[in-house]
């Protein structure tokens, strides 16, 4: 799964900061749940072209580590200051208790398996630590994956239930946290345009197989337009998780 993902993220590396409104957002959101001041040092998973990076660097005085997977897009990240580290989040390359605080925006929906990662990542936190996580679950696009299934024109990722995370995040050992779930609409022009964005932020990554033929297309759109369009343009929705918290203990 991973080099798709990793491909597709470095194809978009040129695009993603403007085509990124979604993530924008939610990078914001979270950035707004963060404390004011962060401890350092501080690790970013999943920081992409910095659109978190650049709302949490001046809050720290210490080292700021931007962890992405992808290369290419960490090679044209605007973020003075911080140290750029080309790494898998599921596979950091750090020691348990290193960081002061663990940020990710937009990243670990990604997971081949958050099961066993997030509680991994989190034990980079030392005691006293705090962290701040935003990831998509179950609803994301949900208008796209509507049209997609009556039409057999295209696929989406699907994502994880916010319950699979909230059971997730309750069992790890110590830990203090809390969830909250929020709805995220960004409106396109048109469904050209909205696929354009979703391509240009890398989000085409998908385990199903993808018909592209141009009469489904055609028929994509015209469901997508009919059913979902409105005055203001072409909706899409995700389905946003934010969970902050401490550590308040060991490893575990």
Known sequence: MKRPL??????????????????RLVAARLAALCPATLGAP?????????????ALLPRTRGPYLALDLAPGMLARAAMPGARKVAADGERPPFRDGAF????????????ADPAASIPAD???VRPGGGFAIALYVEGTLAELAEAAAATGFGSVYPMRPAAFYRELFAAIPGIEWSMEEARQVV???????????????????????????????REFRKYYAERFGTVEGMPASYAVLYCCGRRTGGAG
């Open 6 to 23: 990793q491909r597709r993220f470095e194809q978009a590396a040129a695009t993603y900061e403007a085509a990124a409104q979604v993530q």
């Open 42 to 54: 501080v690790l970013e998973i999943g920081a992409g072209s910095g659109l978190l990076t650049r």
């Open 100 to 111: 002061a605080f663990l940020a990710s925006a937009s990243a670990m929906h990604w997971y």
């Open 122 to 124: 989190l034990r980079l």
């Open 187 to 217: 409106t396109h022009e048109s469904v050209p345009t909205l696929l354009r964005s979703l391509k240009g932020a890398g989000v085409t990554h998908t385990e199903g197989r993808r018909a592209g033929s141009p009469a489904r297309y």
